[in-house]
T-cell receptor, first 115, second 110 residues
Framework: GAGVSQTPSNKVTEKGKYVELRCDPI?????LYWYRQSLGQGPEFLIY????????DSGLPNDRFFAVRPEGSVSTLKIQRTERGDSAVYLC?????????????FGQGTRLTVV | QKEVEQNSGPLSVPEGAIASLNCTYS??????FFWYRQYSGKSPELIMS????GDKEDGRFTAQLNKASQYVSLLIRDSQPSDSATYLC??????????FGAGTTVTVRA
């Protein structure tokens, strides 16, 4: 497909478990972002990649959260020791480059439920 | 103060009417403004971007920007039931980060 692809679409996990969420950006897009959206709220920034490196991870809530993008394309968001408060929709977006006028396009999200 | 604030709604309009959505932002140096539409349970879809003061029209959508007032709006003309969704205002923070409002839910009554 031509859009941002995220897997799985839904993930239910037990408190304390480890989860990985995957994002496949639009082909050719060098910039990749992770956002988190809680019910009734707008997306909140987590981390930004330009190429393979995490250029800004200031939105990650704590050190249980980590993301990688080893080859500059697919990214994985990793959450250790999940907590019920981590339940949210995790959105991935990509853009052709970066800069203030850059348009970012979102994937369909992964709905994470921690029970 | 939140970086981006929107009318929480819900906003209910009859079919064929104009829906008017408002957004204010706090960072005076922001340069880019975006409107995303989000259907229930779906991802945000970019529908409008605006970078200069004034109006920008795209089909039934018009975005309006007033940087002096730190205000951006979205008008939906001839509203259709398919326009029923949550509309998210997003403002750039620096070169790549977007700050979103909480969204305004619009319901178009047939």
């Amino acid at each position: 497909g031509a859009g941002v692809s995220q897997t799985p679409s839904n993930k239910v996990t037990e408190k304390g478990k480890y989860v990985e969420l995957r994002c496949d950006p639009i082909s050719g897009h060098t910039a990749l972002y992770w956002y988190r959206q809680s019910l009734g709220q707008g997306p909140e920034f987590l981390i930004y990649f330009q190429g393979t490196g995490a250029a800004d991870d200031s939105g990650l809530p704590n050190d249980r959260f980590f993301a990688v993008r080893p080859e500059g394309s697919v990214s994985t968001l990793k959450i250790q020791r999940t907590e019920r408060g981590d339940s949210a929709v995790y959105l991935c977006a990509s853009s052709l480059g970066s800069g203030p006028n850059t348009e970012a396009f979102f994937g369909q999200g992964t709905r994470l439920t921690v029970v | 103060q939140k970086e981006v604030e929107q009318n929480s709604g819900p906003l209910s309009v009859p079919e064929g009417a104009i829906a008017s959505l408002n957004c204010t932002y706090s960072d005076r140096v922001s340069q880019s403004f975006f409107w995303y539409r989000q259907y229930s349970g779906k991802s945000p879809e970019l529908i409008m971007s605006i970078y200069s003061n004034g109006d920008k029209e795209d089909g039934r959508f018009t975005a309006q920007l007033n940087k002096a007032s730190q205000y951006v709006s979205l008008l939906i003309r001839d509203s259709q039931p398919s326009d029923s969704a949550t509309y998210l205002c997003a403002v750039n923070v620096g070169d790549y980060k977007l700050s979103f409002g909480a969204g305004t839910t619009v319901t178009v009554r047939a």
